[in-house]
């Protein structure tokens, strides 16, 4: 197995590295259908202890568009259409106005910012019915996708809006989500390619850690399915809270430096 893997990589890519990627794809993709949240930040952590480090973000972002697109098919009778509708138009304009400005935007400040609203959305009061709404929703949708192609940090921010659209509602809230974040990781998808990264170098890999975090989500939604939706907004706000605090602590110790 290693042999033949070795052939369908990258040169000089361990084949046993690739299959404890495509393992651990499986358990982060779990982990995300069952909590909602985490497994892609996870994900990426393995992937820049193992990667070249210019390989890191285009393949990471790839394997998530697959993740979340698996996610979105395996709970579509969940997906509310009505928000998708006004998150999809956001999705083209933020990512249309990222490439039309080129600015070098304060790093460290947005990512505190982000923190700091994804613990406001999960431990503050309610937002008012008119930001969760259709204009507040458009809104979202095209700053957290203008800021992703910059920050790459929005998908928590993205959760935890999404999910005080559908209190008390986790596979609604799961299934939205996932939705939302296939629309966003796809013009990514196509920017890292317009600016020249050869992705089929890399595809069977892909590919193979797509496959994997399929039967993850499998698994992690049937846990899911066992989980009351009281203590799924427990869990849900938990492993938003750590990625806040994780973003907090990364945007203090260097996005300041």
Do not use: Y
Not at 62 to 82: D, K, P, Y
């Amino acid at each position: 197995m290693p042999g033949f893997l070795a052939q369908l990589l990258p040169e000089h890519f361990s084949p046993l590295l690739a299959l404890a990627l495509i393992v651990c794809s499986a358990i982060t993709s779990m982990i995300t259908a069952a909590l909602g949240a985490g497994g892609g930040v996870m994900l990426l952590a393995i992937m820049a202890l193992s990667m070249p480090t210019a390989a890191i973000i285009p393949v990471h972002g790839m394997v998530q568009l697959g993740s979340n697109a698996n996610r979105a098919l395996m709970t579509w009778r969940h997906i509310n259409l009505r928000v998708i509708a006004w998150f999809l138009p956001g999705v083209i304009l933020g990512a249309w106005l990222a490439s039309r400005l080129l600015i070098n935007l304060p790093l460290g400040a947005i990512q505190l910012s982000i923190a700091l609203f994804i613990l406001l959305l999960c431990w503050g009061p309610a937002i008012p019915k008119v930001a969760t709404g259709k204009i507040g929703t458009l809104l979202a949708s095209t700053l957290t996708s203008f800021l992703s192609l910059f920050v790459g940090a929005t998908g928590p921010l993205v959760a935890a809006f999404i999910k005080q659209q559908h209190a008390n509602n986790r596979m609604q809230t799961v299934a939205t989500f996932a939705a939302a974040m296939t629309l966003q990781h796809a013009p990514k998808s196509l920017a890292f390619g317009a600016a020249g990264f050869v992705f089929h170098n890399w595809l069977p890999l892909i590919a193979a850690m797509i496959a994997a975090g399929a039967l993850g989500t499998w698994l992690g939604l049937h846990i899911l399915s066992r989980i009351s939706d009281r203590h799924f907004t427990r869990l849900f706000n938990l492993a938003l809270t750590l990625l806040a605090i994780r973003l907090a602590w990364q945007a203090i110790t260097t996005g300041f430096a």
